[in-house]
């Protein structure tokens, strides 16, 4: 059987092809292997949320070679996700309809607008796309999701088979999004400028540093009726029915927000960071980063990097810019852009002897290295894991989603890094930041709670962990 390919809304299935990211053909699996059952794992195919999905379905296939998991995702991003060096033998890819026009196909558009048009499309191309992959003497025994995809636990429901959506960012996120209608409700009568943007949300508990401006859009910002936001309205009628809900964290870290959401669950399972705890080795270094770092003196460098689609306004990449060269502060810089069209001559010869800058670094190698002393960064919830996981102190600038969310969370609920006034790039602010992480007397303090976090971390998947103990639940339920 060969991957379905699907643009756009056309369902209809095409002639099969040999898919170039299948590790291990259909026809070869089914001479080798008799199937005890099929998990169909579905995957929201933007920013970090796939090759988490990926991450956590590798780990369950090592601990159920017999099953079989078929990972639905569009071919755009399967292309990139199965190509870091990971290999499961029971893990399958298979393309899916990414709901965009052909006229979108060769560029255009931003992330945001295309996650809509992939959401409007999305329950019947995946529908089709499992039919079209249908083995008739396979049966399903369950459905993992990425947990923005409701209609996946329908899907379960008619097949009579456990739904397991996954929650790619943390706790404190997924209690916001559950409590939509509360918030809303005691939230409507502020208006969305001056000092309201300020008013926190104190009626929830755990709640008292978060405020009204710190919000993920769909709550209070944005457009509330687009597709996203009320996809994310609708999760909080969906996610209760599920028969368990795996979320990307550690319990030890947002205690609070636990206890607010078990009740409302049938199972809540963190498992993080157990992708994080994986060996490295296999991510590969093209661009010589580590090599760099080598020569640098002990937690002196700063690492940037603000994900896969993020770009700084001008004057901000201006600011960190001119910051770095006036600080002295040796940097690395995976940048996702031209940095002739981006950065001033000026700092372009600077970058020869201060720092280093790359189209792409290996960032949990790079975190992890001595000479790393903080991470600049727009603190989206995987990079938080590792920055904990490495110890590394944190300067966020928030921009889409749960960054607000999470940067409030690091500097004054876990006190493990810092903001930015008004949440934008300086050169002055920036500096101060710096300063503030980099100097071994001021940063004491940051340094010695973002340890006691990542003690709990490791704890969570020891043996006995919570984490560890969770993903065995999961095991089961999946597996049985």
């Keep these: 059987m060969a991957a379905v390919e699907a643009s756009g809304n056309n369902n209809k299935k095409k002639k099969k092809k040999k898919d170039p990211i299948f590790s291990l053909s259909m026809e070869v699996a089914r001479k080798h292997h008799q199937w005890q059952h099929e998990v169909l794992v579905l995957a929201f195919p933007f920013g970090s949320h796939p090759g988490c999905l990926l991450g956590l379905i590798r780990k369950l296939a090592d601990e159920a070679p017999a099953v079989k998991f078929s990972f639905f995702n569009t071919a755009r991003s399967n292309v990139v996700i199965f190509k870091d060096g990971g290999r499961n033998d029971n893990v399958f890819p298979y393309s899916v309809g990414d709901g965009l026009p052909e006229s979108y196909a060769n560029g255009g558009g931003v992330p945001a607008e295309a996650a809509e048009l992939f959401l409007k499309a999305a329950r019947g191309n995946f529908r089709s796309a499992i039919e079209a992959a249908a083995e008739e003497e396979v049966e399903v025994g369950g459905v993992v999701s990425d947990a923005f995809l409701g209609f996946a636990g329908e899907m379960a429901a008619e097949m009579k088979v456990p739904w397991v959506p996954v929650w790619v960012p943390g706790l404190r996120s997924l209690v916001l999004h559950l409590h939509t209608d509360l918030i809303r409700q005691k939230l409507a009568d502020f208006g969305m400028s001056g000092d309201d943007e300020e008013k926190v949300i104190n009626f929830l508990p755990g709640f008292s540093e978060i405020r009204k401006i710190d919000l993920p859009e769909g709550i209070l910002h944005g457009d509330l009726e ?38 409302k669950l049938q199972k809540l399972l963190t498992t993080a960071p157990i992708n994080l705890t994986s060996p490295t080795s296999i991510i590969s270094d093209e661009h010589g980063c580590l090599e760099w770092l080598d020569k640098q003196k002990p ?52 970058v020869d002897v201060q720092g280093k800058l790359v189209p792409w670094a290996p960032q949990t190698r790079v975190l992890a290295h001595p000479s790393v002393g903080v991470f600049i960064a727009h603190c989206g919830w ?8 490495a110890g590394v102190p944190m300067i966020c600038r928030p921009s889409i989603g749960d960054n607000g969310l999470n ?11 810092l903001g930015l006034e008004k949440g934008i790039f300086t050169k002055e602010g920036a500096m101060k930041a710096m300063e503030s992480i980099l100097d071994p007397q001021k940063g004491a303090k940051i340094r010695t709670n973002l340890k006691a976090l990542r003690d709990l971390a490791f704890q969570a998947v020891g043996p006995e962990g919570s984490s560890t103990k969770n993903f065995n639940v999961l095991v089961e339920l999946l597996t049985k």
């Design 226 to 263: 687009s597709p996203f936001a009320v996809m994310l309205h609708k999760m909080g009628s969906h996610l209760p029915k599920a028969s368990a809900i795996v979320v990307n964290s550690f319990k030890e870290a947002e205690p609070e927000m636990f206890d607010i959401l078990k009740p």
């Design 299 to 350: 937690k002196s460098v700063a690492y940037i990097c603000f994900g896969t689609f993020i770009a700084l306004p001008p004057h901000e990449l201006a600011a960190l810019a001119e910051a770095l060269v006036e600080s002295g502060v040796r940097f690395l810089w995976s940048f996702r852009g031209n940095p002739k069209k981006s950065f001033s001559e000026d700092f372009l010869q600077t």
């Design 382 to 389: 995987n990079s938080v894991l590792e920055t904990i996981m």
């Design 407 to 417: 940067t409030r969370t690091m500097e004054f609920e876990w006190n493990c890094g």
